[in-house]
């Protein structure tokens, strides 16, 4: 597949749009994901298609399809949100996400030594840190000797 612009000649995200959609957001989240997954010039495609994400070959070509399927963006800052971070995007895994709602939906991180999110340890007080991120602020929630009560008092932390 040759690739213009980040997206694949001859496509209807280089320009052979007949819904008028070109210039909106909705089409501009089908672009990026389709080039996420499909475009190994994109700087993020190692952590998409290279850890087995793809697009539901039902939308690869038909943005019509995919946005039949995701609907308009909700008014404010909303993005697309895989449900199941370890599936691509497909029908039933996507859906309109705030940051908060993604905060709480990310996958552990592959060097992660709890395997839980938001919980790592401290050389500094020799125990585990909690820490918890809602609407885009990290708050520290407290240090602690094991992951199950680092995790425990992550879930149950409300600021």
């Not at 008028?20 to 990026?32: I, N, P, S, V």
């Not at 997954?37 to 952590?47: F, G, V």
């Not at 939308?59 to 909303?78: Q, R």
Request: glycine share 8%; with cysteine.
């Amino acid at each position: 597949m040759i690739w213009y612009n980040n997206q694949p000649k001859g496509s209807l995200a280089k320009g052979n749009t007949k819904h008028g959609m070109r210039h909106t957001a909705e089409y501009d989240t089908w672009c990026k994901i389709k080039s996420r997954c499909l475009n190994p010039n994109n700087k993020d495609y190692e952590e998409y298609a290279g850890r087995g994400i793809t697009i539901s070959k039902k939308w690869i070509n038909d943005f019509m399809a995919f946005y039949l399927h995701i609907g308009k963006k909700p008014e404010g800052k909303y993005s697309i949100d895989r449900i199941d971070n370890d599936k691509g995007y497909i029908p039933g895994n996507v859906r309109w996400a705030t940051d908060s709602e993604q905060q709480l939906n990310k996958r552990v991180q592959s060097r992660s030594k709890s395997g839980v999110t938001g919980v790592h340890w401290s050389k500094i007080v020799n125990k585990w840190s909690a820490r918890k991120t809602i609407n885009g602020k990290r708050y520290q929630v407290g240090y602690f000797h094991t992951v199950a009560e680092a995790k425990q008092a992550i879930d149950s932390y409300s600021h």
